[in-house]
């Protein structure tokens, strides 16, 4: 059974930094971050293949966010990480990591429907 736990989260002043992790247990191959704002829809932020060799950033968040990842041996301990940089107040929300235990050799997935396994979410304020 794959979980995923998040951390990192905080409240951080605009022009900041924060690094998201994201813990997972079981084997998980695509991973993501998606985000939901105070009053607003959950959206994709960002994804990367099972082997890192491919990432997808939300326009928005392009030259600004990072996403990494490092795979355990055995793929069943794996972290997720969102090196975020020069934050904006528009970036407030809930994080979420997201996984699924199939993978899509070549491709990101950026819809939410594709990842069958979720975190419980870490909150980012940035504050103005």
């Known amino acids: 059974q794959v979980q995923l736990v998040e951390s990192g989260g905080g409240l951080v002043q605009a022009g900041g930094s924060l690094r998201l992790s994201c813990a997972a247990s079981g084997r998980t191959y695509n991973m993501g971050w998606f985000r939901q704002g105070p009053g607003k829809e959950r959206e994709f932020v960002a994804a990367i293949t099972w082997r890192g060799g491919k990432t997808t950033l939300t326009d928005s968040v392009k030259g600004r966010f990072t996403i990494s990842r490092d795979n355990s041996r055995d793929n069943d301990k794996n972290t997720l990480y969102l090196q975020m940089n020069s934050l904006k107040p528009e970036d407030t929300a809930t994080y979420y990591c997201?996984?699924?235990?199939?993978?899509?050799?070549?491709?990101?997935?950026?819809?939410?429907?594709?990842?069958?396994?979720w975190g419980q979410g870490t909150r980012v304020t940035v504050a103005s």
């Open positions: 997201a996984a699924t235990d199939w993978l899509a050799a070549s491709e990101t997935l950026t819809q939410g429907h594709d990842y069958g396994y």
